[in-house]
């Protein structure tokens, strides 16, 4: 329970009112959400941001003050505030919710935010630029398209990195999902676009809010899946 006595059961029910949309009405209701979202997520011990990071670092040598981040689907900037911790220092954000992206200005971790909704938009990104690029949370049904992975590799800079994280669902969709990224992953490689670094299931990626229970035990979680991949020098 939150301060202001909000439960989980709150935050779902809360969910639930989006429940099987398509992305541009998620992004409606993340602009709605946006003021309360960290709050929100920490109910859901939604660690994500933190599983990928540390995903991150365990497979990264580079120097942290020196690298250009793109931060794509950066929501309120929970990513780059973790990053921030371990001496990143340059980030530009992207997300489809332009409240989102009033969240993440407050916090004076970005030179740049750009309003994008993700496989409708082409990624406001230059080709080649980045050092690293990260998204966190926003590979699933109905929010980002398989077909922006090829987008975040062209953002990155020849050997740069590519950190992709998501969350694991038990459901027909998802796994379709599942099975269709992961073939582009393969794929990409097998063209020579980049290479596997890493791939790590961890669990505890946040409350389960999606078994469709109406009391959700809060021992209940979902996994998430981590991908490194560093592009091609060619």
Not at 49 to 68: H, I, K, T, Y
Request: net charge negative; glycine share 8%; charged share 25%.
């Amino acid at each position: 329970m939150s301060a202001d006595g909000r439960t989980v059961n709150d935050v779902i029910s809360f969910l639930k009112t989006c429940q099987g949309a398509e992305s541009q009405q998620w992004m409606k209701f993340y602009d709605g959400w946006a003021e309360t979202y960290e709050q929100d997520i920490s109910i859901l011990n939604y660690r994500a941001p933190n599983q990928a990071v540390d995903f991150l670092m365990e497979n990264f040598s580079g120097r942290p003050e020196e690298v250009q981040v793109l931060d794509v689907a950066c929501g309120s900037g929970l990513v780059a505030k973790l990053m921030i911790e371990l001496g990143f220092k340059h980030f530009v954000g992207v997300d489809g919710s332009q409240g989102m992206l009033d969240q993440a200005a407050k916090t004076g971790f970005y030179k740049e935010l750009r309003l994008a909704l993700l496989g409708t938009d082409p990624l406001p990104a230059q080709t080649g630029v980045f050092d690293l690029v990260m998204i966190v949370g926003a590979l699933r049904q109905g929010f980002v398209p398989v077909s922006v992975i090829r987008e975040l590799c062209l953002a990155a800079k020849p050997g740069g990195y590519i950190c992709m994280s998501r969350i694991c669902l038990e459901s027909e969709a998802a796994n379709e999902y599942k099975v269709s990224l992961e073939a582009e992953l393969q794929l990409m490689e097998e063209e020579g676009l980049w290479s596997h670094v890493n791939t790590k299931v961890t669990e505890k990626y946040m409350i389960d809010v999606y078994n469709n229970c109406d009391d959700v035990q809060n021992d209940k979680y979902t996994n998430g899946a981590k991908y490194l991949y560093r592009k091609s020098l060619q």
